[in-house]
């Protein structure tokens, strides 16, 4: 009691100096350092000052009274015992200070016991209140320790009730989902989950419920709230219980409660979302990839096998997309592919599958296409809607397709025979020209196509010379006779027998294997044109094709002087045949090594001319000599089509001085056209297929009537 009163900080207040005085000493005896006024103002201020466990109060002192300072203790909240000291003993004196909150009194005169008695008293009081205090604080510390940890755990944490509705949710809530735990307690569970996957959260929750599963996990899709809220997937963990005994408030004692967790997996599923997307799709046109559609032709053909009916697959290949890309450039390429995979779609049902297959092809499959006819209808419809111009960046862009048809079962019963088939069949398409379909059947598979088998079997080809080579004639019509030959290359395969370039060269670029065709074809071509000619020097122009890939190699120009010098061939007579793709790569590189040929001598010619869609204005800066206009302008003549392309070209090359080439003259119609438009040079059918060396050498020994009579009997 002793230690309690020395620290005990007393004020004493009292008028009479005596009193005041020997209070102060009986307190001194216990060690106790009281602060001592005179009056109530002074005590008031002293209390402003400085904190006091307990005040001694006289009641009567003149000016500012003890119920003054009394009704200033309570009205500024003061928290200080008040033991009132009063020579007034009168019960309204004393029970009014107690109404005013005074804690005890004493009354004058007193003994040092009955004083001691009642500060003792008050002091134990004071230590109680002090504890209790301390504990309250203690208890309101860790429970907000407690709800920090809770509304600050990255995950969401819920409690639910027997009928699975919320109890309680954590502010987790407001900033995953966006709605206020209020808004949400009382809730059913349910009612927080996205309506996707409510039918399993309800079965999940209620096992959770029946077997009382000590730690149950699912991975559910959580509605969130706000107008472009995404969904969010959580993880949920989830255990039941029975409200343990010191309970949580809100339950019975013993009722059955489940407590969750739920972690934001948001990003985690989508990053495993984007990468099975990859895994089944081609990124650049998003369409279902080999992968995936491999998987949807199989259950096709399952339920095709099941209901004895049949469906359809289809290989479609772009005409002309490698020029646009090697003349354009891959982003525009890109953009072109993306183009094309959005107006397929646009003919196709929700059904069907559109899947790229690599680079510009593209497979398809039909499962509700059960007729011939109705395949046919869609193919028409394809090629129809890719010949219409693409217009990117700025570009008009003209490309086609080839398509080619496999049906299930008549023309494969299993996947590959059927994707395999429809390759096939697509391959004929493209030989036959462009923008057109072909139906798959059986005697194809042993002519041209079937890729991959192709790649080893081109490789011998060259090593087994099953290579040839067939000239075609180019009519000067201003004289009648033949200004010169192109060599085209055959290939007589063992198997598939006589194949033509676009059944292999396209294939033999991919692998490369065209520089060494090439190569081949220009040395055995000089050497044959050559030997037609007994003097050994000929008389007419060698054309011989050029694969770019050829043109950008390093040592181009020094193997084609060193060949010209092994086969003693006058470059004079050499024109070397190339398309715009090669002109738009290294244009300065490109323009060295064609300079230094034509210094030599050798002409240049543009194969093709017309499909490239580059500018014209470009071409005066190359030695390029000859213009071969691509046979489709020409064809387009025959059907009485548009036709101002090709006066356009002829007009061009006019103003350039470059001679013309027309391509792929077919009827006496396209001769009177041409060369009223003053184009001199043709070369078609009309005046000879591509000949095999022994009948060309007869065609050179015809004198220029004999000629037109032979093209006259071609075109009738
Ligand atoms: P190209 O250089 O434009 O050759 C003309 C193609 O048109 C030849 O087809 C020719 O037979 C065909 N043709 C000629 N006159 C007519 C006609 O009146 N009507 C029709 N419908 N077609 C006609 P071929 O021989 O199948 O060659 C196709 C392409 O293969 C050639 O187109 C050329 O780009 C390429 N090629 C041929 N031989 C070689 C070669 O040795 N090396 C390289 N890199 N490419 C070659
Ligand atoms: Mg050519
Ligand atoms: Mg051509």
């Not at 646009?324 to 982003?331: A, R, S």
Request: glycine share 6%; proline share 3%; charged share 25%.
């Amino acid at each position: 009691m002793d230690a309690e009163l020395a620290e005990a900080r007393i004020l004493l207040v009292e008028d009479d100096a005596r009193m005041r005085q020997s209070l102060r000493d009986l307190l001194q005896l216990h060690q106790c350092q009281p602060v001592l006024t005179a009056t109530g103002g002074d005590a008031i201020e002293a209390l402003q000052c400085a904190p006091f466990d307990l005040v001694l109060l006289d009641l009567l002192m003149p000016g500012v009274d003890g119920y003054s300072v009394l009704q200033h203790i309570e009205q500024q909240r003061i928290d200080s015992l008040v033991i009132v000291i009063s020579g007034d003993s009168g019960f309204e004196a004393v029970s009014t200070a107690l109404k005013q909150g005074a804690y005890d009194y004493i009354k004058k005169p007193f003994t040092t016991q009955e004083l001691m008695a009642t500060l003792n008293n008050a002091l134990r009081k004071i230590r109680l209140q002090r504890e209790n205090r301390a504990m309250q604080q203690r208890l309101v510390q860790s429970e907000q320790l407690h709800r920090f940890i809770v509304n600050n755990s990255p995950d969401l944490i819920f409690i639910l009730d027997h009928a699975c509705h919320v109890s309680f949710i954590n502010d987790r809530a407001e900033a995953l989902l966006n709605f206020s735990p209020e808004s949400m307690t009382g809730a059913h569970i349910t009612e927080l989950i996205d309506p996707e996957d409510c039918d399993q959260a309800r079965l999940f929750f209620e096992r959770v419920i029946q077997e009382g599963d000590q730690l149950a996990t699912a991975e559910l899709c959580f509605r969130s709230n706000g107008l472009f809220a995404r969904k969010h997937y959580f993880e949920v963990t989830v255990s039941s219980s029975n409200n343990p005994q010191q309970g949580i408030p809100g339950f019975e004692r013993g009722e059955l409660m489940l407590y969750g967790s739920a972690r934001d997996i948001t990003e985690r599923k989508e990053a495993a979302d984007y990468i099975n997307f990859q895994a089944y799709h081609d990124l650049l046109t998003r369409l279902p990839n080999r992968v995936l559609f491999k998987d949807r032709l199989s259950v096709t053909i399952f339920k095709a096998t099941r209901n004895n009916s049949q469906f359809a697959v289809m290989f479609l290949d772009l005409d002309r997309f490698k020029v646009v890309n090697d003349t354009l450039g891959h982003p525009l390429g890109d953009r072109l592919l993306q183009s094309v995979a959005q107006r397929l779609l646009e003919s196709m049902r929700s059904s069907d599958t559109l899947s790229r297959f690599g680079g510009d092809e593209f497979i398809l499959l039909f499962p509700e296409v059960t007729s011939i006819e109705g395949v046919e209808q869609i193919a028409d419809k394809f090629i129809h809607a890719l010949k219409q111009p693409f217009y990117i960046k700025g570009h008009e862009i003209y490309i086609g397709c080839s398509i080619g048809i496999a049906m299930f079962p008549a023309d494969g019963e299993d996947m590959e025979t059927l994707i395999q088939n429809a390759d096939v069949a697509m391959y004929n398409a493209k030989s036959k020209g462009r923008d057109s379909y072909c139906l798959f059947s059986p005697d194809m598979n042993r002519s041209p196509a079937n890729r991959l088998g192709l790649e080893a079997d081109i490789r011998r080809a060259i090593s087994d010379s099953e290579l040839s080579l067939c000239y075609q004639p180019q009519v000067d019509i201003q004289t009648g006779a033949i200004r010169g030959v192109e060599v085209l290359v055959r290939w007589q395969h063992p198997e598939r027998g006589l194949m033509y370039p676009a059944d292999f060269i396209s294939i033999a670029e991919e692998i490369r294997l065209i520089l060494d065709v090439d190569k081949w074809v220009l040395r055995n071509a000089c050497r044959a044109v050559k030997s037609w000619f007994p003097s050994g020097r000929p008389t007419i122009k060698l054309a011989v094709n050029l694969s770019s890939l050829l043109v950008e190699q390093e040592d181009f120009v020094d193997f084609v002087l060193a060949t010209l010098a092994e086969e003693g061939f006058p470059a004079q007579c050499l024109e070397l045949e190339i398309t715009e793709s090669v002109l738009l790569k290294d244009q300065e590189h490109i323009t060295r090594k064609l300079q230094r040929l034509s210094d030599e001598g050798v002409d240049f010619a543009l194969d093709d001319f017309g499909t490239g869609y580059s500018s014209l204005s470009y071409l005066h800066q190359y030695p390029i000599d000859t213009l071969k206009i691509d046979q489709s302008f020409i064809g387009a003549v025959a059907e009485g089509s548009n036709t101002s392309l090709v006066e356009a070209i002829v007009a061009m090359a006019q103003g350039l001085r470059m001679n013309i080439v027309a391509e792929g003259v077919e009827s006496s119609h396209q001769l009177e056209y041409l060369s009223g438009l003053g184009c001199r040079y043709l070369q078609g059918w009309l005046f000879g297929k591509a000949h095999p060396e022994l009948d060309i050498v007869k065609l050179l020994d015809l004198s220029p009537e004999q000629l037109r009579e032979h093209a006259l009997q071609v075109a009738h």
